[in-house]
């Protein structure tokens, strides 16, 4: 049997272990895993059942993954893929980028992690546009942190699992009301990852005037197993409701999180941030933060009619000032 393509809605556990035994594979190749949270969450969970993944075969051998997520009708169908590194330079990527391309119907944003020169070429030479960067920024948490004070008559306390969710996705829903993917988070969204080996409620800060919820941390600790790197802090989500924006409590809840991921023992703190939010950029370098890495997306010539001139939302939200 020559190399080939299968689509499946839902992997077995055979399947599954082979497709995460090529993202380790591309990890340590690479030093950036190839499929982003949301991707590695369906792929232990189940996601939307519109969501395929496609796996690319060499004879019986695992050799690629893609996943296409066809949920924002707007802005149309997302993928991300991988090919083992030790069948990359065979065609495998580009065989197995056409049969996305054949199933979302050409059109088709495409994450490139790292923004590595196999990734770029693959995409120019199936026609894409480079149309959006997301910057990852990181800082030493072994330098002084900035000193802060929260707004008057505001108090943080750790979430608590069973008995915060609900407030927790109100204010969420509210801050990232024009965010596609955040501000739609389900009750299922949050518990798949109460439910990650790295949740932690202790980092995960939550922001009171009087007894209602203002706004919140969370942060999230993550390293070699996962992201090719030894363990750091990350500037998970920020979110502020929209009544309490303006008032600094968002700048606060941030430098709360980094006080808390320097005290766990950690030397650095990382964020993603979209290269066209100049205003989030701006803050985070006022606290330290640089750019470390460049995540990229890639399009596939869009009809004219589907929301071309949007502008696309950044996937980690940022901390209002």
Known sequence: MTAHVETRQRLDDREITQVLGVVEAATKADGVRPLNEHVMLHLRYGGDPQARSLLMYDDETLVGYAHID???????????????????????????LRAVLEMSGGRLRLWAHGDHEGAGALAASAGFERVRSLWQMRR????????????????????????????????NAAAFAHHPEQGAWTANDLRQREQEPWFDPEGFFLAFRGERLAGFHWTKIHGSSEHGHEPIGEVY???????????????????AGLDHLRARGLAQAMLYVDEANTAAIRLYESLGFDRWDVDVMYAATQPPSAGRNRTPQPPEPQPES
């Open 140 to 171: 030493s948490l072994s330098t002084p942190l900035p000193s802060f004070d929260l707004p008057d008559g505001v108090r943080l306390r750790a979430f608590v699992p069973g008995q915060d969710e609900e407030a927790w996705l109100k204010v």
């Open 70 to 96: 066809p949920t924002d009708e707007v802005e149309g169908p997302s993928g991300e893929l991988a090919i083992h590194p030790a069948h990359r330079r065979q065609g495998h990527g580009t065989r197995l």
């Open 237 to 255: 989500v920020v979110g502020v409701d929209p009544s309490q924006q303006g008032t600094g409590l968002g700048k606060a809840l941030t430098l």
